[in-house]
């Protein structure tokens, strides 16, 4: 084990045990955060609280795909960010309907429960970012997870423009704009996962 710590077969291994520490840490984060901005989400009417769940619960299992890909081969890790794209792509697809579905369908949401929910969103995916910063070069596997760590610091700070819309006009809309740009992102976002992930794929047959 002394001449493994001397060689570059040490040196991975324990960037492997940074990477894994790091994603228990923010995997734990975004799935506690989901059930609370999705609760808050349904009960104050809000697409873009619920928009934001989602992207907390996709990126819950965005970083499991990772943690379980982590000492795995480059096939593997392609193999795991292409997944994490058709995910991305899933829950843009769905906040799209949602957002549809309260243009139709108006209601007001509570901005109260969006900016307060929505600033301590920001703030535990602000300590995810700087726990995933480090990682963001490793690989594609780490690059892609810092893709929606990214993402999310977006996304949050949407949520609290969406908020103070709400207060100052009294309608849904500013929620509903917020949602239909969070998918957007999500959409956009996948693709590019995509395209990295297939890119990989190609090069690794």
């Given at each position: 084990m002394g001449d493994c710590c001397g060689g570059k077969a040490c040196e991975i291994e324990a960037l492997r045990e940074r990477q894994s520490s790091t994603l228990k840490i923010v995997l734990a984060i975004n799935a506690v955060m989901f059930v609370v901005e999705l609760t808050a989400g349904l009960l104050g009417h809000s697409i873009s609280l619920v928009a934001d769940s989602l992207d907390m619960l996709g990126d819950a299992l965005v970083y499991a795909?990772?943690?379980?890909?982590?000492a795995r081969n480059s096939r593997m890790k392609a193999r795991a960010a292409l997944l994490k794209g058709i995910i991305m792509a899933a829950f843009g697809l769905f906040v799209l309907a949602q957002a549809l579905y309260r243009i139709v369908y108006p209601q007001l949401p509570v901005f109260e429960a969006i900016g307060a929910i929505g600033l301590l969103a920001l703030t535990t995916n602000g300590f995810c970012f700087y726990l995933l910063w480090r990682h963001r070069a490793d690989d594609i596997n780490m690059s892609s997870v810092w893709l929606c760590s990214r993402n999310d610091i977006i996304a949050n700070t949407s949520v609290l423009f969406a908020a103070v819309g709400v207060w100052l006009t009294h309608s849904g809309w500013p929620d509903i704009l917020v949602g239909l740009a969070l998918a957007v992102?999500?959409?956009?976002?996948?693709?590019?996962?995509?395209?990295s992930a297939i890119k990989e794929l190609q090069t690794t047959t």
């Open positions: 795909f990772s943690l379980y890909v982590i992102l999500f959409l956009r976002s996948a693709l590019h996962v995509l395209r």
